[in-house]
């Protein structure tokens, strides 16, 4: 089996007069109760989807009645003249009128041109609920830029799946021209779970992502949901309900939990039979599965858990020859040291992970850019910072000036984009503020003028004060953040990425910057709307509390409070915003 998309109006063209029987397969016209409700229907034979799921009798089809002479027989059916009307352009006006992505399905792949079935090019019905298309909710500032052409193709005859194509300007121009194509194989679910999976790979995989990848860490699971074990299948169909069910404003089904519950107790039974791909995929789901319901869980139970599955199967060496464990193993990284920034615990994973991860990475596959937003040169200096904040009274001021000097002097190719360098900016700076904070100067320290960076390419420094000193003024780098985070069109993914540093900026806006405020949490809530991502909810009582408490030390006269006071070092639960 394997995954397939919508039917693009030339492929039903040529698939138009193709005989189905009256038995098997899909036909030809909506159930008579689809018909008289004016819903979706998706034909399928001998009972349809929706109303097998609504739990009502499906009151069967229409048979057409072909005679010699007649217009079906010469192959000149009115269902072929329908789609010659709905022939649209191909551009990306007319691609983003494309179904749903819940209106996808999985069929056997010894018969996809034979069962592709016309798809209704109406507005989706009232009766079901409606999702962001994939390239909506990851709608990737590209093609904003005039520097920069952004396509959309809705067929590939190289893959059942439609997916994006990129052109950027940055370095990873060869890597956005692959042809991104997964066919995992399938078995024949029932009619929600073939929703959900297919929800899964065509929108939540591409939720977290910059731009398209050739190797996403999301769809490299799904290669492994045809285990003995299916322990990826519960995951990734309770973790596509969760983000529908958000994304459309409902309650989640009381079967996400259910989904979840058995995803976790297969894994616990059989961990020491599943293989390491397969665990490792679940292990990731599984923390998604948390990570978009909420910012705040036990982010280091997760974390740890998947650390052990590697270092059982023999470590890191594991991955060198297999480019998507890597990828999801990347993605791991990323939230361990993303939670170990604001925990102060350390990550989970030793750096020897990611320095042998860098060594194999190739932006041929994947990228920390494409992945999470940060520029790859600068994940090393996160993982150091988030491994001195176990022990910030032992870091000395030579140490700190070490860390600012090397993040504001990383050189990000940028081509002149303007938008990615803003978010380039954004993150230097929020790094900086953490280092403000994390690590304060005393009142009575400065740095030194032989602290000061030698700069060998001036146009990679910030654009801030280029005294040091400057550098550990929060205010003042939480004021830059905001700057550059609204210079970002904002319902791009590039400011999508910018949720770390606008977080740890929020928490530097003064009471009296009403305005300032505002706009941290009109991001949090667009943000929220348009990913499903529910991790806004802890971000709000992350910024609330630091608010509240500085609005008490304003009254009191004492001294604003840092982020650092309100939530001390915590080995257990957490938040993460990355």
């Known amino acids: 089996m394997s995954v397939t998309g919508p039917v693009s109006p030339s492929r039903g063209q040529k698939f138009a007069t193709t005989k189905r029987t009256n038995s098997l397969g899909w036909a030809t016209s909506d159930c008579h109760r689809c018909s008289s409700l004016s819903r979706h229907c998706n034909r399928q034979r001998p009972r349809c989807s929706a109303c097998l799921a609504d739990g009502i009798i499906c009151a069967g089809y229409v048979q057409q009645l072909n005679w010699e002479g007649s217009k079906s027989r010469k192959g000149k059916s009115a269902r072929n003249e329908r789609t010659k009307k709905l022939d649209l352009s191909k551009s990306v006006e007319a691609i983003a009128q494309l179904p749903r992505p819940t209106e996808f399905t999985f069929v056997a792949q010894s018969t996809v041109s034979d069962r592709s079935r016309k798809k209704s090019f109406d507005q989706p019905s009232p009766s079901k609920p409606t999702t962001p298309l994939a390239f909506e909710v990851i709608d990737t500032v590209l093609r904003d830029s ?36 997964i066919s995992p194989k399938v078995y ?7 929703d959900s999976l297919s929800f899964y790979h065509e929108c939540f995989s591409y939720t977290t992502l910059t731009f398209p990848v050739h190797i996403n860490p999301w769809q490299s699971a799904i290669l492994h949901i045809n285990d003995n074990i299916p322990c ?17 404003g409902q309650h989640e089904n009381l079967s996400v939990l259910r989904l979840k519950d058995r995803a976790l107790s297969i894994f616990g039974t059989h961990l020491n ?6 665990a490792v995929s679940t292990a990731l789901l599984l923390l998604a599965l948390d990570y978009i319901e909420s910012g705040y869980s036990n982010w280091i139970v997760h974390l740890q858990g998947a650390y052990r599955i590697l270092e059982s199967h023999g470590g890191i060496i594991m991955a060198k020859d297999r480019a998507n464990l890597r990828s999801q193993i990347a993605q791991l990284l990323w939230y361990d040291v ?43 200096d996160m993982y150091d910072l988030a491994a001195a904040a176990t022990h910030p009274e032992t870091v000395t001021l030579s140490e ?11 050189f990000i190719e940028t081509h002149g984009n303007e938008y990615f360098y803003a978010m380039s900016e954004s993150w230097k700076l929020g790094l900086l503020l953490y280092c403000a904070r994390v690590f304060p100067f005393s ?4 740095v030194s003028s032989n602290a000061k960076p030698a700069i060998s390419n001036p146009s990679s420094l910030l654009s801030i004060d280029m005294d040091p000193n400057s550098w550990a003024n929060p205010h003042e780098l939480a004021i830059r953040i905001l700057e550059h985070v609204q210079s970002l069109p904002p319902h791009s993914s590039l ?35 348009k990913t499903g991502f529910w991790l806004w909810n802890s971000g709000s009582e992350f910024l609330g509390s630091v608010w509240a408490a500085n609005e008490q030390a304003l009254m009191t006269g004492r001294p604003s409070v840092s982020w650092t006071e309100v939530f001390p070092p915590s080995a257990d639960y957490g938040f993460l915003f990355g």
């Open 146 to 181: 005039s520097s920069t052409t952004y396509e959309l193709s809705s067929k590939d005859s190289s893959s059942p799946w439609p997916v994006s194509r990129t052109a950027s300007p940055v370095s990873v121009n060869d890597v956005l021209q692959l042809n991104f194509s």
């Open 400 to 410: 700190r000036s070490s860390f600012q000097t090397k993040i504001a002097t990383t």
């Open 232 to 248: 990826v299948q519960y995951a990734a169909v309770a973790l596509a309900q969760r983000q529908q069910a958000h994304l459309s």
């Open 443 to 446: 009142e009575t320290q400065s």
């Open 338 to 380: 993303v939670a170990a920034l604001l925990s102060r615990c350390g990550p989970a994973f030793p750096r020897s992970y990611l320095d042998q991860l860098m060594s194999w990475q190739s932006e041929a596959e994947w990228s920390m850019l494409a992945l999470n937003g940060l520029p790859d040169d600068m994940f090393c």
């Open 188 to 194: 024949r679910l029932p009619g929600d779970l073939e």
């Open 273 to 278: 039979d599943v293989s390491l791909e397969s």
């Open 495 to 529: 400011q999508k990425q910018c949720l770390m540093p606008i977080m740890l900026a929020g928490c530097e806006i003064r009471p009296d910057e009403r305005e300032l405020r505002q706009v941290v949490v009109d991001y949090g809530e667009r943000w929220k709307r």
